[in-house]
Protein backbone atom coordinates (compact mmCIF):
# COMPACT_ATOMS: atom_id res chain seq x y z
CA UNK A 1 0.00 0.00 0.00
CA UNK A 2 3.00 2.40 0.66
CA UNK A 3 3.99 1.93 -2.65
CA UNK A 4 1.26 2.17 -4.47
CA UNK A 5 0.96 5.79 -2.33
CA UNK A 6 4.14 6.97 -3.10
CA UNK A 7 3.77 5.53 -6.74
CA UNK A 8 0.30 8.05 -6.83
CA UNK A 9 2.07 10.71 -4.87
CA UNK A 10 5.29 10.51 -7.87
CA UNK A 11 2.63 10.38 -10.80
CA UNK A 12 0.63 13.92 -9.13
CA UNK A 13 3.76 15.68 -8.58
CA UNK A 14 5.44 14.89 -11.68
CA UNK A 15 1.76 16.72 -13.44
CA UNK A 16 2.17 19.17 -10.90
CA UNK A 17 5.94 20.66 -11.67
CA UNK A 18 5.90 19.53 -15.96
CA UNK A 19 7.64 22.19 -17.39
CA UNK A 20 5.70 23.67 -20.19
CA UNK A 21 8.14 24.84 -22.96
CA UNK A 22 5.93 26.62 -25.51
CA UNK A 23 8.74 26.30 -28.32
CA UNK A 24 6.55 26.01 -31.77
CA UNK A 25 8.76 25.52 -35.09
CA UNK A 26 7.72 27.14 -38.95
CA UNK A 27 8.26 26.89 -41.90
CA UNK A 28 8.25 30.10 -43.39
CA UNK A 29 8.95 32.10 -46.85
CA UNK A 30 11.07 35.35 -47.15
CA UNK A 31 10.77 37.79 -44.69
CA UNK A 32 12.49 40.74 -43.12
CA UNK A 33 12.89 41.27 -39.41
CA UNK A 34 13.51 44.97 -38.16
CA UNK A 35 14.52 44.72 -34.71
CA UNK A 36 17.04 46.92 -31.99
CA UNK A 37 20.32 46.53 -31.50
CA UNK A 38 22.65 48.50 -30.18
CA UNK A 39 20.38 51.27 -30.37
CA UNK A 40 19.16 51.89 -33.75
CA UNK A 41 16.78 49.62 -35.95
CA UNK A 42 18.32 47.15 -38.10
CA UNK A 43 17.17 45.01 -40.57
CA UNK A 44 17.71 41.30 -41.39
CA UNK A 45 16.66 39.63 -44.55
CA UNK A 46 15.88 35.75 -44.86
CA UNK A 47 16.00 34.65 -48.72
CA UNK A 48 13.40 32.86 -50.45
CA UNK A 49 13.39 29.51 -50.01
CA UNK A 50 11.76 27.92 -47.39
CA UNK A 51 12.97 29.13 -43.65
CA UNK A 52 12.58 27.33 -40.32
CA UNK A 53 12.29 29.25 -37.48
CA UNK A 54 11.65 28.38 -33.76
CA UNK A 55 9.36 30.84 -32.16
CA UNK A 56 9.76 30.64 -28.25
CA UNK A 57 7.89 32.84 -25.83
CA UNK A 58 11.21 34.93 -24.99
CA UNK A 59 13.92 33.93 -28.51
CA UNK A 60 13.20 33.80 -32.31
CA UNK A 61 15.61 30.97 -34.00
CA UNK A 62 16.24 30.56 -37.29
CA UNK A 63 17.89 27.07 -38.46
CA UNK A 64 21.50 27.22 -37.06
CA UNK A 65 22.54 24.86 -39.64
CA UNK A 66 22.09 28.40 -42.01
CA UNK A 67 22.14 30.89 -39.76
CA UNK A 68 23.75 32.43 -37.26
CA UNK A 69 21.06 34.50 -35.75
CA UNK A 70 18.79 34.94 -32.55
CA UNK A 71 16.57 37.58 -31.70
CA UNK A 72 14.42 38.49 -27.87
CA UNK A 73 11.34 38.69 -28.74
CA UNK A 74 11.28 42.31 -26.67
CA UNK A 75 13.86 43.75 -29.69
CA UNK A 76 11.54 42.69 -32.42
CA UNK A 77 10.25 46.18 -33.92
CA UNK A 78 8.40 44.34 -37.07
CA UNK A 79 8.24 41.74 -39.37
CA UNK A 80 7.52 41.41 -43.58
CA UNK A 81 6.43 38.45 -44.42
CA UNK A 82 6.59 37.93 -48.62
CA UNK A 83 3.13 37.63 -50.21
CA UNK A 84 3.41 37.52 -53.81
CA UNK A 85 4.43 40.26 -56.44
CA UNK A 86 3.98 43.64 -56.94
CA UNK A 87 2.87 42.97 -60.24
CA UNK A 88 -0.81 44.62 -60.65
CA UNK A 89 0.12 47.69 -58.33
CA UNK A 90 3.45 48.71 -60.61
CA UNK A 91 1.11 47.84 -63.89
CA UNK A 92 -1.54 50.30 -62.42
CA UNK A 93 0.75 52.67 -61.74
CA UNK A 94 2.73 53.08 -64.69
CA UNK A 95 -0.74 52.27 -67.46
CA UNK A 96 -2.19 55.54 -65.34
CA UNK A 97 1.48 57.27 -65.90
CA UNK A 98 1.06 56.35 -69.80
CA UNK A 99 -2.44 57.73 -69.80
CA UNK A 100 -1.58 60.54 -68.42
CA UNK A 101 1.09 61.76 -70.51
CA UNK A 102 -0.85 60.21 -73.46
CA UNK A 103 -3.40 62.50 -73.26
CA UNK A 104 -1.19 65.66 -72.28
CA UNK A 105 0.43 64.80 -75.56
CA UNK A 106 -2.59 64.00 -77.60
CA UNK A 107 -4.83 67.11 -76.00
CA UNK A 108 -2.21 69.67 -77.48
CA UNK A 109 -1.07 67.66 -80.34
CA UNK A 110 -2.74 69.90 -83.16
CA UNK A 111 -4.32 68.41 -86.20
CA UNK A 112 -6.86 71.14 -86.57
CA UNK A 113 -4.63 74.12 -86.68
CA UNK A 114 -6.59 75.36 -83.95
CA UNK A 115 -5.31 76.57 -80.40
CA UNK A 116 -7.32 74.90 -78.35
CA UNK A 117 -7.45 71.52 -76.30
CA UNK A 118 -8.57 68.56 -77.71
CA UNK A 119 -10.40 65.67 -75.41
CA UNK A 120 -11.00 63.02 -78.11
CA UNK A 121 -7.52 63.31 -79.32
CA UNK A 122 -6.10 63.43 -75.88
CA UNK A 123 -8.23 59.66 -74.48
CA UNK A 124 -7.24 58.11 -77.96
CA UNK A 125 -3.28 58.94 -77.39
CA UNK A 126 -3.94 57.89 -73.67
CA UNK A 127 -5.41 54.81 -74.21
CA UNK A 128 -2.68 54.09 -77.08
CA UNK A 129 0.17 54.74 -74.65
CA UNK A 130 -1.32 53.24 -71.74
CA UNK A 131 -1.44 49.88 -72.46
CA UNK A 132 2.87 49.63 -73.39
CA UNK A 133 3.14 51.37 -70.12
CA UNK A 134 1.71 49.08 -68.23
CA UNK A 135 2.97 45.95 -69.98
CA UNK A 136 6.56 47.32 -68.84
CA UNK A 137 5.04 48.18 -65.63
CA UNK A 138 3.81 44.52 -65.21
CA UNK A 139 7.19 42.88 -66.10
CA UNK A 140 8.76 44.80 -63.54
CA UNK A 141 6.23 44.21 -60.95
CA UNK A 142 6.23 39.99 -61.38
CA UNK A 143 10.28 40.80 -60.53
CA UNK A 144 9.33 43.00 -57.50
CA UNK A 145 8.04 41.40 -54.28
CA UNK A 146 5.43 42.64 -52.53
CA UNK A 147 5.65 42.34 -48.36
CA UNK A 148 2.93 42.37 -45.53
CA UNK A 149 4.33 44.19 -42.81
CA UNK A 150 3.30 43.90 -39.11
CA UNK A 151 4.66 46.22 -36.82
CA UNK A 152 5.05 45.65 -33.14
CA UNK A 153 5.85 49.17 -32.00
CA UNK A 154 4.08 49.49 -28.60
CA UNK A 155 3.63 45.80 -27.40
CA UNK A 156 4.51 43.38 -24.39
CA UNK A 157 6.74 40.77 -24.85
CA UNK A 158 3.59 38.50 -24.54
CA UNK A 159 1.55 40.62 -27.10
CA UNK A 160 4.50 40.45 -29.88
CA UNK A 161 4.94 36.58 -28.72
CA UNK A 162 0.82 35.80 -29.82
CA UNK A 163 0.96 38.25 -32.82
CA UNK A 164 4.11 36.54 -34.23
CA UNK A 165 2.13 32.91 -33.62
CA UNK A 166 -0.69 34.37 -35.14
CA UNK A 167 1.45 35.72 -38.52
CA UNK A 168 3.63 32.71 -38.64
CA UNK A 169 0.60 30.10 -38.84
CA UNK A 170 -0.59 32.20 -41.70
CA UNK A 171 2.48 31.83 -43.38
CA UNK A 172 3.58 28.54 -42.67
CA UNK A 173 4.86 26.60 -45.78
CA UNK A 174 3.68 23.06 -46.56
CA UNK A 175 6.64 21.56 -47.93
Same mark, same amino acid.
Request: zero cysteines; proline letters at 3%.
Given at each position: MKTLTLLLGLLLASSIFA???SSRTFGLPEM =?? =??FESGKVVTYMFDNSLNIFTLTPSHLLPDTNRYTYKVDIKDIESVSMRNGTQLWKIAGIAGSVGFFLGFIAGGFLDIHNSPTFHVDQGFALGALTAV???LIGGIIGALSPAFDEYSFTGNTDKQKYDALMKIFKKYRQKR
Amino acid at each position: MKTLTLLLGLLLASSIFAQNDSSRTFGLPEM =KI =KQFESGKVVTYMFDNSLNIFTLTPSHLLPDTNRYTYKVDIKDIESVSMRNGTQLWKIAGIAGSVGFFLGFIAGGFLDIHNSPTFHVDQGFALGALTAVPFALIGGIIGALSPAFDEYSFTGNTDKQKYDALMKIFKKYRQKR
